[in-house]
């Protein structure tokens, strides 16, 4: 497997520091209320920063009548977290954060992703190096107490402790991690219109199997302030009043995993950067109840477009020499001649062309075909919609009659 390196979002201290109102007093009270603050390591600067911003909230929601637990780096391991987070009603975290889908690796690897960046051992300080065990990456498997012998070495000796065990109907927040609110890591292409919504939607999908009944990600403290100040407010009027101030287009989505939640994501002023978002039932409300709510106006296509018919099928034999290969998708594409076709790891000549009408694009090799041979079709992610969303780079084999 490729090596390759997270990094979370930076940009944290404008919206971080914004002034924290007046403590209003709750109209429902949900008791006990804990808050747990998690800090993964990302280096000595960015930790420390991390840890003062984490501080301020925390004296936040204790003033407001919360406990507050905290499990910082150098000390946030698997276990020392997993103790904190446990009954809690909140629980926020800053780290770094891998996520799905990404450049890295073409299938979810549910033991790292989607989960949260923790040390190793308490004797490493700050050092945020997954490659040097400084760092583990426990996904959403280590947080539901699923691993397995087949997963990753450092998982199962770091992660490997158990499931988390917030309170009933919890609530997640992210602050600044890669790919929670949408967006890609910095060092990467821009996420499309279904990139975010699918690391939002995967981000969360743990949370929501854990017992959460909501989820925010971006870079505001102002959401534990409101859930715990106004907890008979929807959910949805929470997000938009902590809507940062470059935001001018948000949008909303059904989750793209699990069936009757929304997503809704923001992007900045004229550019695709994904910075804020919430999953879950914007009706409801932290005290368990549900409260009206203004949803989002603006509209925008979220799905990728996909393969809805191939010829010849997968894995077919006896497939004529002389055939022409067909896929046909889900919607109008561009640059559908980003298809090629193999004989082992030769190209072999053809042209492709394209019907915009029936959505087909269609193969046509140079030359017969040769007998009894294995070919293989690829098609690139370099295929997309025409709102950019990419086509999820896919491949399929047939054999040619003797």
Not at 114 to 137: E, K, R
Not at 344 to 355: E, H, I, L, M, P
Request: charged share 15%.
């Amino acid at each position: 497997m490729p090596a390759y390196r997270i990094f979370a979002v930076a940009a944290l201290a404008a919206a971080l520091l914004a002034p924290l109102a007046t403590p209003r007093p709750a109209q429902a009270a949900v008791t006990p209320i804990k808050v747990a603050i998690i800090v993964g390591p990302m280096g000595s600067s960015q930790t420390a920063s991390n840890r003062n911003h984490a501080d301020q909230l925390a004296a936040d929601a204790q003033a407001l009548g919360a406990t507050v637990t905290k499990a910082y780096s150098p000390n946030a391991t698997y276990s020392r977290v997993r103790t904190a987070v446990a009954g809690a009603n909140i629980i926020v975290y800053y780290g770094h954060g891998s996520g799905y889908p990404n450049p890295y690796h073409g299938s979810l690897l549910a033991d790292r992703n989607n989960g949260w960046g923790l040390n190793t051992t308490t004797t490493h300080g700050d050092q945020d190096s997954w490659s040097n065990h400084t760092l583990v990456y426990c996904g959403e498997k280590a947080l539901r107490g699923k691993l397995t012998s087949g997963d990753g070495a450092d998982q199962k000796k770091y992660c490997g402790a158990g499931a988390i065990a917030p309170a009933p109907g919890f609530v997640m927040v992210y602050v600044g991690s890669c790919y929670t609110a949408g967006g890609n890591e910095p060092q990467n292409p821009l996420a499309t219109n279904s990139d975010a919504r699918a690391h939002a939607s995967y981000f969360s999908r743990p949370m929501f199997q854990l017992g959460a009944s909501g989820y925010f990600a971006g870079h505001t403290m102002g959401i534990v302030h409101d859930l715990l100040s106004n907890p008979d407010m929807s959910y949805g009027d929470i997000f938009n009043m902590n809507m940062p101030w470059d935001v001018t287009g948000a949008y909303e989505t059904s989750h793209q995993l699990l069936s009757g939640l929304k997503v809704w994501l923001t992007r900045q002023s004229d550019t695709p950067y994904w910075d804020y978002a919430f999953a879950g039932d914007p009706a409801r409300t932290f005290n368990g109840g549900t409260s009206t709510y203004t949803a989002p106006t603006g509209t925008a296509d979220f799905s990728a477009p996909t393969w809805t018919s191939r010829s010849p099928k997968s894995g077919s034999t006896g497939v004529p020499r002389s055939t022409k290969v067909k896929v046909t998708f889900s919607e109008n594409v561009r640059y559908a001649t980003h298809m090629y076709l193999y004989r082992g790891t030769t190209k072999v000549r053809a042209s492709v062309s394209y019907d915009s009408a029936t959505h087909t694009a269609t193969l046509t090799p140079s030359s017969r075909l040769a007998g009894g041979v294995k070919y293989t079709v690829k098609l690139t992610s370099y295929v997309r919609d025409y709102a950019g969303n990419r086509l999820r780079a896919f491949k399929f084999s047939f054999t040619t009659a003797r």
